[in-house]
């Protein structure tokens, strides 16, 4: 999560918007993944499949995934409208999402943007809502349940390399970018 929460701080600090990323921690390093696009539901998805492609194939620990997003709370007492997506609601906050897994283990930290008048990145802010224990969505549960065998991880490598994701790509320096 530390390592989540810088790569969105330099991002905005140095570009002004946080790239989609999964940061995975393996037996052998660090590895980065970021997508082309989350322009749609499709992008999405592929992003999400590419993700737990990457945790198989590399043995992930640990895993954190970094997006920015439009957020929409309830208000105190009443429910949120399902009818309404956040990023079409007038009161709707920017943030950045890390949503980070070991194994048994699910985590979450928002991190409110907050800009500058002239629309800026200034900093995070805080967030203060109780953690969730359970996370669901197309974008949780990257992590297999066990290891998998070593074939299942070879035919994971492959796939990727067909895709055009090499070990290579994925243990580049995200800072020096």
Known sequence: ?????????????????????????????????????LADERAKNEFANTARLICVAYRATAAVLVVESWMKLAKPGESLDPTEPPSEALDRQEVVALMGEVPGQQRQRILPI??????????????DVPEMDEIQGRFAQLLPPRQPPGEARQLARTMLAAMGVTEQSLRGDWQGN
């Open 1 to 37: 999560m530390t390592h989540a929460e810088g790569y969105a701080n330099f991002s905005m600090r140095q570009i002004g918007q946080v790239p989609p990323a999964l940061l995975a921690k393996s037996p052998d390093g660090l590895l980065h993944f970021t997508p082309n696009s």
């Open 114 to 127: 907050i800009r500058t008048d002239a629309g800026g990145f200034f900093g995070f802010g805080d967030f």
